[in-house]
């Protein structure tokens, strides 16, 4: 079912062709003009803390690369979700006989961000082939695996500030609400200090993004962070799904 | 001196053709067709104090073209336009205050704020002394019965409420000429009458000359005792709406609806009433005014129907006649 | 001018109705500061000089580029790309007001709001975070920033208005395209979260000339006395040239625009 979500989607999109390859394309050389920003930082410093250049390349190359890959699952979807309590047209999306959950959050994919995933994903790859290669077994896979779980933590902890469009009303902008706190895992986590460290690798484990992932090549794999990585992303999803019915709940006594 | 003298106006756009996809795009960045729309193609009238004006015709006829070229949004191609004196794409702050433009379809008030604010940004920006200010307010808030609402923020009123202070604002500077674009569109039906009531009323009590557009003929008929009629930028007709109506629109529109299908054959005993659309349990004819009571009664009698409406020629009937020239006897 | 002291009153109150919008605006911005803090202060833990910058002087840029970004831009200023892509300026145009006096009205309405709110988060800030201040040390060095301060930020609202004229000829998705461009071009060139000094001197040279690093970069600069006397004046000459050619270019594309706007009307 999926899939034809994403048929529907990729037929509109095309629709918006020179929209759709003009935004990947500026979206492509903002990307790169901070990748080449950091190459002059260089110029100055060998290191950043415990991070030489590849390796906060590597960072930011994955931190992008995740960026893209979540709006093009979910920045139409979180972006509907005011619209759809606040019109009414929630109801519709309940009666279907598919989760609620994962009709809201997947139902449109966003092409435009796709080619800019694309692109990172070869550049982390060139990353690595150059510079971290070679790698222990198993490493990729658990870097990868590590960027799932973030995948999910990220989703459940943003999806669950969506929700307060259920009882603050109309908001425009909600979407937009989680953004900022996400943003801070473009840096380095292990920089931010005593506090924040501990907090955002295991309380709201935003680390998961970038960060973890990326320590396993420079740091080698953890397979206790791998452990509760995995601990962490069920709980996130759990929670999320939990408020999402309590705000259902909500919803439907509110409007009867 | 006529309030407002056009004279010849002309107003063209060229667009140019896209193809569709892909390679459309990029070829329209090279190469373009153009073509000529004829949004108002030659058209003169001239308007005096006072007067309330109807415009009507189709949509895409021209008649918010001509209020925008008359308010100054647009310029003429070609032809001279003058309004209380003054050539309106000039822009001249002296014309601007003296006339106000309504559009049924957009906002000049502030969407979160309440329209008080609105109304007040529009004092300062006509220089209304203080006093008149009040006294205009009071006097149009009663005139619409907006005492309650002109504290309320404009995204929480009704379209009606909305369009009513729309109207206020739009006459706290006492303008000489007003511009109304589809004043009522969207509008149930008690409103409508009631903001054709208010323009009828402001009309009378301030002399102000008004200019309304609509398609919809119940608009003009309620208020307007001058029309002109405009189609594909063309003016068809301009003078009473008396004349139209006898001459013109002397068939009414009787739409009835039967419980068992029937055939054209079972009508052809009636003489006086032409069918418009047939279908087998319901039909549309259209009947000379002065029978169709007689007509009505008659089918009522004569067949099983189960719903039976009268209505005036819609103006898309009326102006199609008039164009074919055909006299509706 | 009651009337734009009317626009302003208006424009500060509908912003107020949107105060959510506004908290997280102001959220956004701090967090995007200390992300930068982080960042820089990690960096100096290894290094003592960086691209002429102790950690004090690179805390001390980043404080000031922070006001500088409340001053001298401004959110308010792309409405004008909306209202331009979908009719609203008849509003305007059909009434006895001035659009760019009306505009200048609302941008300072949006930029004061901002400012007091800058003027708490940083006491704060300071305070928790226990940054070091740095500032003019002459009266001469206060005017002077201030006056450059003030040119900046005219220098950004007809930049600002310049891309959103854009929508005259690209009415669609509000003339996004070169807003897009221009931002982006604002990220990595006005010394908004590094200073400029960090590129090598050919490239930075090449900067200079641009109007960019006019917006936040050489402010910041001159507030921070990091210029010699030579270096300030012939900044503010650039500057000045480019606020000239923004104003020259902004009478012509309004004048163009409103051509074109007259022909097809919206």
Redesign the interface.
Known sequence: MYRSFVGNCLIREMEFRWHFILYSLINLIWMVLALVTFVFIYGHVSLIGSWTLPQMLLLTATFYFFDRVFDTLFEINFSRLNHLVNQGDLDLVLTKPVSGQFLVSLRYFSFASLFGAISMLGLIIWLIARYFWPLAPGELLIYALLLCFGLVIIYSWWFSTLLLVFWLGNIDNINQLFRPIYEVVRIPIDITGPILKPLLTFVIPLAFVATVPVQVFTRGANYYMLLYGLVAAAASLWLSHRLWRFALRHYTSASS | MAVIEVANLKKYYQVWQKEPGLTGSIKSLFKRKYEDVKAVDDVSFSIGEGELVGFIGPNGAGKTTTLKVLSGLLYPTAGQVSVLGYTPFDRKPQFQKQFSLVMGQKNQLWWDLPALDSFLLNKEIYEVPQAQFDQTLDDLVSMLDLKKVIKIQVRKLSLGQRMKCELVAALLHQPKVLFLDEPTIGLDVVMQQKIREFIRGYNQKYQATIILTSHYMDDVKELCDRVIIIDKGKIFFDGKLDEIIKKYADRKTLEVVFDRPMSKKDFSGIRAAKIKTFMPTRTVFTVKRAKVNAIAAELLKSFPVVDLNITESSIEDIIREVFTGRDLS | M??Y???FR?SW??TL??R??LV?WR??LI??F??IY??W???F???QL??GYSQVTMLAYLLVASFLRSLVFSNSSYSACVEIAN??L??Y?????NYFYNWLARDWADKILNLLFFSVEVVLLVLILKLPLLWPISLGQWLWFILIALVAALMYFFFSFLVSAFSFWYP??DGW?LR??ML?FL??LSGMA?PLD???PALLQLFKLLPFSYFIFYPAQVWLGRLSFAETITGFIIMLSWLGLFMLLTKLVWRKGL?IY????R
């Open positions: 009651k009337k002291w009317q626009i208006i109150q509908n109705v949107y959510l919008n997280m959220v956004r967090i995007d200390l992300t982080w960042f202060w990690a960096v833990t290894q290094y960086i691209g009719g609203d008849n509003n145009l059909v009434r006895p007001i669609e998705h395209p897009f461009v982006m990220d990595f590094f960090i590129f090598p051509k007259g022909a097809y009307g």
